[in-house]
Protein backbone atom coordinates (compact mmCIF):
# COMPACT_ATOMS: atom_id res chain seq x y z
CA UNK A 1 0.00 0.00 0.00
CA UNK A 2 1.51 3.36 -1.07
CA UNK A 3 1.32 6.54 1.44
CA UNK A 4 -1.15 8.29 -0.59
CA UNK A 5 -3.78 5.29 -0.72
CA UNK A 6 -3.33 4.84 2.94
CA UNK A 7 -4.01 8.61 4.19
CA UNK A 8 -6.77 8.93 1.98
CA UNK A 9 -8.90 5.84 2.81
CA UNK A 10 -7.39 4.83 6.23
CA UNK A 11 -7.26 6.59 9.62
CA UNK A 12 -4.62 6.25 12.36
CA UNK A 13 -4.63 5.72 16.47
CA UNK A 14 -2.72 5.20 19.29
CA UNK A 15 -5.26 2.83 20.65
CA UNK A 16 -8.32 1.07 18.95
CA UNK A 17 -10.75 3.10 20.68
CA UNK A 18 -12.40 -0.17 22.14
CA UNK A 19 -12.82 -0.70 25.40
CA UNK A 20 -12.01 -4.28 25.45
CA UNK A 21 -8.43 -3.84 24.76
CA UNK A 22 -7.89 -6.93 26.82
CA UNK A 23 -8.82 -8.74 24.37
CA UNK A 24 -5.17 -8.11 22.09
CA UNK A 25 -3.34 -9.30 25.34
CA UNK A 26 -2.91 -12.91 23.49
CA UNK A 27 -1.60 -11.60 19.89
CA UNK A 28 2.31 -11.28 19.26
CA UNK A 29 3.62 -8.13 17.64
CA UNK A 30 4.80 -9.77 14.26
CA UNK A 31 1.41 -10.33 13.73
CA UNK A 32 -1.50 -8.37 12.53
CA UNK A 33 -4.88 -8.69 14.32
CA UNK A 34 -8.17 -7.13 14.25
CA UNK A 35 -11.11 -5.78 16.77
CA UNK A 36 -14.33 -4.87 14.27
CA UNK A 37 -12.84 -2.32 11.75
CA UNK A 38 -9.30 -1.26 13.53
CA UNK A 39 -6.38 -3.20 12.49
CA UNK A 40 -3.39 -3.55 14.56
CA UNK A 41 0.02 -2.43 13.51
CA UNK A 42 3.21 -4.72 13.80
CA UNK A 43 5.51 -3.85 17.05
CA UNK A 44 2.99 -1.97 18.64
CA UNK A 45 2.90 1.11 16.37
CA UNK A 46 -0.97 1.60 16.79
CA UNK A 47 -4.30 0.63 14.90
CA UNK A 48 -5.59 1.93 11.71
CA UNK A 49 -9.45 1.75 9.97
CA UNK A 50 -10.44 2.11 6.95
CA UNK A 51 -12.39 5.36 6.33
CA UNK A 52 -15.92 5.41 5.16
CA UNK A 53 -15.55 8.00 3.08
CA UNK A 54 -12.12 8.72 1.47
CA UNK A 55 -10.03 11.84 2.59
CA UNK A 56 -8.49 14.53 0.32
CA UNK A 57 -5.09 14.42 0.92
CA UNK A 58 -2.71 17.92 -0.13
CA UNK A 59 0.84 17.87 -1.45
CA UNK A 60 3.25 19.83 -2.70
CA UNK A 61 3.01 18.92 -6.74
CA UNK A 62 6.48 19.87 -7.36
CA UNK A 63 7.57 21.07 -11.04
CA UNK A 64 9.50 18.31 -12.80
CA UNK A 65 11.46 21.39 -14.67
CA UNK A 66 12.16 23.43 -12.08
CA UNK A 67 12.80 21.15 -8.89
CA UNK A 68 12.96 17.51 -10.26
CA UNK A 69 14.86 16.17 -7.21
CA UNK A 70 11.87 17.13 -4.99
CA UNK A 71 9.57 15.82 -7.58
CA UNK A 72 11.02 12.48 -8.42
CA UNK A 73 11.01 12.20 -4.22
CA UNK A 74 7.36 13.39 -3.83
CA UNK A 75 6.42 10.96 -6.60
CA UNK A 76 7.87 7.80 -5.09
CA UNK A 77 7.12 8.82 -1.36
CA UNK A 78 3.24 9.09 -2.23
CA UNK A 79 2.71 6.37 -4.95
CA UNK A 80 5.60 3.70 -4.11
CA UNK A 81 5.60 1.61 -1.43
CA UNK A 82 8.02 2.29 0.73
CA UNK A 83 8.88 1.28 4.46
CA UNK A 84 12.20 2.94 5.56
CA UNK A 85 12.20 6.11 4.11
CA UNK A 86 15.91 7.10 4.74
CA UNK A 87 17.07 3.76 3.36
CA UNK A 88 14.62 4.01 0.09
CA UNK A 89 14.40 8.08 -0.42
CA UNK A 90 16.45 9.66 1.03
CA UNK A 91 19.85 8.08 1.02
CA UNK A 92 21.97 10.73 -0.85
CA UNK A 93 23.54 7.75 -3.35
CA UNK A 94 20.03 6.77 -4.07
CA UNK A 95 19.53 7.55 -8.21
CA UNK A 96 15.57 8.62 -7.30
CA UNK A 97 15.29 9.38 -11.13
CA UNK A 98 15.94 6.17 -12.24
CA UNK A 99 14.22 4.92 -9.49
CA UNK A 100 11.13 7.00 -10.74
CA UNK A 101 11.57 5.23 -14.05
CA UNK A 102 12.30 1.82 -12.75
CA UNK A 103 8.91 2.06 -10.69
CA UNK A 104 6.41 4.12 -13.07
CA UNK A 105 3.97 1.08 -14.02
CA UNK A 106 3.40 1.08 -10.23
CA UNK A 107 3.43 4.47 -9.89
CA UNK A 108 1.20 5.02 -12.74
CA UNK A 109 -1.23 3.15 -11.66
CA UNK A 110 -0.96 3.95 -7.60
CA UNK A 111 -1.37 7.72 -8.60
CA UNK A 112 -4.71 7.57 -11.37
CA UNK A 113 -6.57 7.53 -8.31
CA UNK A 114 -5.35 10.60 -6.99
CA UNK A 115 -4.97 12.13 -11.18
CA UNK A 116 -8.21 11.10 -12.91
CA UNK A 117 -8.31 14.56 -14.61
CA UNK A 118 -4.93 13.86 -16.50
CA UNK A 119 -5.62 10.13 -17.11
CA UNK A 120 -2.68 7.73 -18.83
CA UNK A 121 -1.87 10.21 -21.26
CA UNK A 122 -0.70 12.36 -18.88
CA UNK A 123 1.32 10.10 -16.98
CA UNK A 124 2.86 8.78 -20.12
CA UNK A 125 3.65 12.99 -20.53
CA UNK A 126 5.37 13.37 -17.71
CA UNK A 127 7.68 9.98 -17.88
CA UNK A 128 8.48 11.11 -21.80
CA UNK A 129 9.72 14.50 -20.38
CA UNK A 130 11.64 12.66 -17.46
CA UNK A 131 13.16 11.06 -20.41
CA UNK A 132 14.27 13.57 -22.64
CA UNK A 133 15.66 15.65 -19.57
CA UNK A 134 19.00 14.32 -20.74
CA UNK A 135 18.95 16.45 -23.97
CA UNK A 136 17.40 19.58 -22.66
CA UNK A 137 20.21 19.54 -20.03
CA UNK A 138 22.75 18.99 -22.94
CA UNK A 139 21.61 22.06 -25.10
CA UNK A 140 21.53 24.43 -22.14
CA UNK A 141 25.00 23.81 -21.63
CA UNK A 142 26.05 25.90 -24.48
CA UNK A 143 24.07 29.26 -23.78
CA UNK A 144 23.26 31.77 -26.68
CA UNK A 145 24.62 34.81 -25.03
CA UNK A 146 23.68 37.33 -28.11
CA UNK A 147 20.17 36.14 -28.03
CA UNK A 148 19.23 36.45 -24.10
CA UNK A 149 17.23 39.54 -24.06
CA UNK A 150 18.05 40.51 -20.71
CA UNK A 151 21.92 40.85 -21.64
CA UNK A 152 21.77 44.41 -21.29
CA UNK A 153 20.35 44.88 -17.90
CA UNK A 154 22.09 45.40 -14.88
CA UNK A 155 19.84 44.91 -11.93
CA UNK A 156 21.13 43.55 -8.79
CA UNK A 157 17.35 41.68 -7.99
CA UNK A 158 14.70 40.42 -10.04
CA UNK A 159 12.85 43.65 -12.02
CA UNK A 160 10.02 43.51 -14.55
CA UNK A 161 10.52 43.87 -18.01
CA UNK A 162 10.98 47.45 -19.72
CA UNK A 163 7.47 47.49 -21.73
CA UNK A 164 7.39 44.30 -23.27
CA UNK A 165 3.94 44.91 -25.60
CA UNK A 166 2.95 41.23 -24.40
CA UNK A 167 -0.22 42.83 -23.03
CA UNK A 168 -2.05 45.05 -25.54
CA UNK A 169 -3.75 48.46 -24.90
CA UNK A 170 -7.28 49.00 -25.30
CA UNK A 171 -8.30 49.07 -28.55
CA UNK A 172 -9.62 51.78 -30.54
CA UNK A 173 -13.72 52.58 -30.35
CA UNK A 174 -15.69 53.53 -32.99
CA UNK A 175 -17.87 56.78 -32.79
CA UNK A 176 -21.21 53.93 -31.83
CA UNK A 177 -19.30 52.26 -29.44
CA UNK A 178 -17.96 55.09 -27.80
CA UNK A 179 -21.84 56.23 -27.40
CA UNK A 180 -22.90 53.11 -26.16
CA UNK A 181 -20.65 52.94 -23.51
CA UNK A 182 -20.92 56.65 -22.09
CA UNK A 183 -25.38 55.67 -21.79
CA UNK A 184 -24.09 53.11 -19.56
CA UNK A 185 -22.50 55.41 -16.80
CA UNK A 186 -24.56 56.98 -14.61
CA UNK A 187 -25.25 60.59 -13.90
CA UNK A 188 -21.95 61.15 -11.77
CA UNK A 189 -19.63 59.12 -13.84
CA UNK A 190 -20.58 61.46 -16.71
CA UNK A 191 -20.21 64.05 -14.82
CA UNK A 192 -16.45 62.86 -13.76
CA UNK A 193 -15.66 61.96 -17.14
CA UNK A 194 -16.43 65.20 -18.50
CA UNK A 195 -14.17 66.83 -15.67
CA UNK A 196 -11.16 64.37 -16.08
CA UNK A 197 -11.48 65.65 -19.94
CA UNK A 198 -11.61 69.04 -19.31
CA UNK A 199 -8.82 69.27 -17.62
CA UNK A 200 -6.56 67.59 -19.70
CA UNK A 201 -7.89 69.88 -22.51
CA UNK A 202 -7.27 73.22 -20.59
CA UNK A 203 -4.36 72.23 -18.72
CA UNK A 204 -1.29 74.39 -19.13
CA UNK A 205 2.50 73.61 -18.46
CA UNK A 206 1.70 75.46 -15.03
CA UNK A 207 -1.46 73.45 -13.83
CA UNK A 208 -1.13 71.26 -11.02
CA UNK A 209 -1.43 67.63 -11.82
CA UNK A 210 -4.93 65.33 -11.21
CA UNK A 211 -5.05 63.49 -8.04
CA UNK A 212 -8.09 61.49 -8.09
CA UNK A 213 -9.35 58.22 -6.27
CA UNK A 214 -12.21 56.44 -7.38
CA UNK A 215 -14.04 54.37 -5.77
CA UNK A 216 -17.80 52.18 -5.21
CA UNK A 217 -19.47 48.75 -4.53
CA UNK A 218 -19.11 45.84 -6.88
CA UNK A 219 -20.86 46.06 -9.76
CA UNK A 220 -21.31 49.88 -10.17
CA UNK A 221 -19.47 50.42 -13.59
CA UNK A 222 -15.89 51.42 -12.06
CA UNK A 223 -13.95 49.35 -14.78
CA UNK A 224 -16.45 50.80 -17.69
CA UNK A 225 -15.81 54.10 -16.21
CA UNK A 226 -11.56 53.39 -16.40
CA UNK A 227 -12.09 52.15 -20.23
CA UNK A 228 -14.31 55.71 -21.09
CA UNK A 229 -11.37 57.83 -19.38
CA UNK A 230 -8.76 56.03 -21.23
CA UNK A 231 -10.82 56.76 -24.79
CA UNK A 232 -12.13 60.17 -24.05
CA UNK A 233 -8.76 61.73 -22.94
CA UNK A 234 -6.74 59.99 -25.54
CA UNK A 235 -9.05 61.14 -27.89
CA UNK A 236 -8.30 65.01 -26.45
CA UNK A 237 -4.63 64.22 -26.90
CA UNK A 238 -4.83 63.11 -29.95
CA UNK A 239 -6.40 66.09 -31.64
CA UNK A 240 -3.55 68.22 -30.04
CA UNK A 241 -1.22 69.87 -33.30
CA UNK A 242 1.58 67.80 -33.89
CA UNK A 243 0.49 64.54 -31.91
CA UNK A 244 1.63 61.53 -32.31
CA UNK A 245 -0.68 58.83 -31.84
CA UNK A 246 2.24 56.27 -31.12
CA UNK A 247 3.44 58.16 -27.87
CA UNK A 248 2.14 56.87 -24.78
CA UNK A 249 0.56 59.36 -22.82
CA UNK A 250 -1.97 57.00 -21.05
CA UNK A 251 -0.58 54.62 -18.65
CA UNK A 252 -2.88 51.56 -17.34
CA UNK A 253 -1.64 49.23 -14.92
CA UNK A 254 -2.13 47.34 -12.05
CA UNK A 255 -0.31 45.25 -9.79
CA UNK A 256 -1.66 41.93 -11.13
CA UNK A 257 -1.38 40.28 -14.39
CA UNK A 258 -4.41 39.16 -14.32
CA UNK A 259 -5.63 42.58 -13.28
CA UNK A 260 -3.78 44.08 -15.91
CA UNK A 261 -5.34 41.73 -18.97
CA UNK A 262 -8.55 42.90 -17.51
CA UNK A 263 -7.88 46.86 -18.51
CA UNK A 264 -5.71 45.81 -21.52
CA UNK A 265 -2.66 47.43 -19.03
CA UNK A 266 1.08 46.48 -18.15
CA UNK A 267 1.73 44.91 -14.04
CA UNK A 268 3.36 48.15 -12.60
CA UNK A 269 6.74 46.33 -12.37
CA UNK A 270 7.03 45.92 -15.83
CA UNK A 271 5.71 49.20 -16.76
CA UNK A 272 8.28 51.15 -14.60
CA UNK A 273 11.24 48.25 -13.90
CA UNK A 274 10.20 47.77 -10.49
CA UNK A 275 11.59 44.54 -8.05
CA UNK A 276 9.01 42.31 -8.66
CA UNK A 277 9.85 40.79 -4.85
CA UNK A 278 8.05 43.82 -2.66
CA UNK A 279 10.01 42.21 0.54
CA UNK A 280 13.23 44.18 -0.53
CA UNK A 281 13.38 47.72 0.20
CA UNK A 282 16.42 48.40 -2.20
CA UNK A 283 15.82 49.86 -5.02
CA UNK A 284 17.69 48.54 -7.96
CA UNK A 285 19.67 50.94 -10.44
CA UNK A 286 19.34 50.90 -14.02
CA UNK A 287 21.74 50.65 -16.63
CA UNK A 288 22.21 53.67 -18.72
CA UNK A 289 20.72 51.80 -21.88
CA UNK A 290 17.92 50.65 -19.70
CA UNK A 291 16.95 53.93 -18.37
CA UNK A 292 17.04 55.96 -21.34
CA UNK A 293 14.66 53.40 -23.25
CA UNK A 294 12.39 53.72 -19.93
CA UNK A 295 12.28 57.73 -20.33
CA UNK A 296 12.09 57.76 -24.12
CA UNK A 297 8.79 55.65 -23.65
CA UNK A 298 7.20 57.85 -20.39
CA UNK A 299 8.37 61.09 -22.15
CA UNK A 300 5.32 62.37 -23.19
CA UNK A 301 2.78 60.53 -20.36
CA UNK A 302 0.12 62.38 -18.87
CA UNK A 303 -1.91 60.51 -16.54
CA UNK A 304 -1.28 56.99 -15.09
CA UNK A 305 -4.48 55.00 -14.42
CA UNK A 306 -3.68 52.39 -11.11
CA UNK A 307 -6.73 49.99 -11.21
CA UNK A 308 -6.70 47.27 -7.67
CA UNK A 309 -5.06 49.89 -5.80
CA UNK A 310 -5.57 48.10 -2.56
CA UNK A 311 -3.04 45.22 -3.63
CA UNK A 312 -0.17 47.91 -4.60
CA UNK A 313 1.92 48.05 -1.52
CA UNK A 314 3.11 51.34 -0.37
CA UNK A 315 6.83 50.46 -0.86
CA UNK A 316 6.16 50.00 -4.52
CA UNK A 317 3.66 52.99 -4.62
CA UNK A 318 7.04 54.74 -3.49
CA UNK A 319 9.44 53.28 -5.72
CA UNK A 320 6.97 53.99 -8.62
CA UNK A 321 7.46 58.30 -7.28
CA UNK A 322 11.27 57.23 -7.45
CA UNK A 323 11.52 55.67 -10.81
CA UNK A 324 9.86 58.37 -12.15
CA UNK A 325 11.98 60.79 -10.20
CA UNK A 326 15.13 59.65 -11.27
CA UNK A 327 14.25 59.25 -14.94
CA UNK A 328 13.47 62.81 -15.41
CA UNK A 329 15.58 64.27 -13.02
CA UNK A 330 12.92 65.99 -10.63
CA UNK A 331 11.66 66.21 -7.02
CA UNK A 332 7.95 66.97 -8.41
CA UNK A 333 6.30 63.82 -7.01
CA UNK A 334 5.49 61.01 -10.32
CA UNK A 335 7.27 63.64 -12.33
CA UNK A 336 4.18 66.32 -11.80
CA UNK A 337 2.23 63.56 -13.85
CA UNK A 338 -1.83 63.33 -12.90
CA UNK A 339 -2.53 59.58 -11.30
CA UNK A 340 -5.83 58.30 -10.99
CA UNK A 341 -6.40 55.58 -8.86
CA UNK A 342 -9.18 52.83 -8.72
CA UNK A 343 -10.95 50.32 -6.16
CA UNK A 344 -10.87 50.37 -2.31
CA UNK A 345 -7.73 50.62 -0.41
CA UNK A 346 -7.49 48.26 2.24
CA UNK A 347 -10.09 45.82 0.32
CA UNK A 348 -7.16 43.44 -0.45
CA UNK A 349 -3.87 43.49 1.33
CA UNK A 350 -0.59 43.68 -0.62
CA UNK A 351 1.74 40.27 -0.79
CA UNK A 352 4.89 41.58 1.85
CA UNK A 353 4.28 45.10 2.13
CA UNK A 354 2.41 47.77 4.22
CA UNK A 355 -0.93 49.10 3.39
CA UNK A 356 -0.79 52.54 1.71
CA UNK A 357 -3.10 54.55 3.76
Not at 31 to 44: A, E, Q, R
Not at 143 to 151: A, D, K, R, V, Y
Not at 179 to 206: C, G, I, K, P
Not at 208 to 237: D, N, Q
Request: net charge neutral; aromatic share 12%; with cysteine.
Amino acid sequence: MCLALCASHYTYSKYSRNKKRSEFADYKEDKISYSGNWVKLTSGLGYIRRRKKAKVIRFCRFSLAETSEEFYHEQLMLYYSWRNEYQELLDSNLDLRAKFENCSAAIKSASFLFNQLGGDWQFNLVLEIVREADDEANRAEIPNIGNEPLHDFEYDEQVGDVMEDLIPGPSVLSAEEFQEMTRSLNLDQRDFLQHVTYFFETASASTPPMRTFISGGAGVGKSVLTKAIYHKVSHAFNKEPGCNPDDIRILLCAPTGKAAFGIRGQTIYSAFALPVSQASYSMPNLSASVSNTLASNLAKLKLIIIDEISMVGAHTFHRKNQRLQKMFSTRDYFDAVSVIVVRDFRQLPPVGDNWIL
